[in-house]
């Protein structure tokens, strides 16, 4: 089940069906389902917050993924910072929309094991990100 939920902001505007379906055949080229995955749709305190608890870091980020995955079936909680998420689409000179889920498909493929702590990682984690977005037709309508 995947379950969508909001600290301090409002939980963006996408449909849920589609989006769930979309995440749903993302997990599935990787040969995993999906279990309870929550994605917490917070400010940049919040985020700062978590990062600051649970990570011991003092900086802001766009995503951090809390991963409880048992063998293939993805379970984990996704914090997003919905700032920091609309800072970079205008940085990167994409929607929001586009950005958001570009940032939800990475908690997921986080949960599938990809890593992005070195550089090579990040390549591939942006490789996977692209190829999951094509998988998606319309960032407006999902």
Sequence with gaps: MIAYYSENVRVPK?????????????????GK??????YIFCDDA?????NKTYLKHNYFTDIITFDNTEHNRLSG??????DTVRDNAKRFGVSF????????IHGILHLCGQNDK???????MREKENMAL???INFEVC
């Design 97 to 104: 929309s586009e950005e958001l889920h570009r940032v939800m």
């Design 134 to 136: 094509k998988l998606v």
């Design 46 to 50: 919040k985020i700062l917050e978590v």
């Design 33 to 38: 389902t999906i279990g309870d995955v929550s």
């Design 118 to 124: 070195t550089q090579e990682e990040s390549k591939q």
């Design 14 to 30: 996408f449909k849920r069906r589609h989006m769930n379906t979309w995440i749903k055949a993302v997990a599935q080229v990787y």
């Design 77 to 82: 909680d996704v914090f997003i910072s919905v």
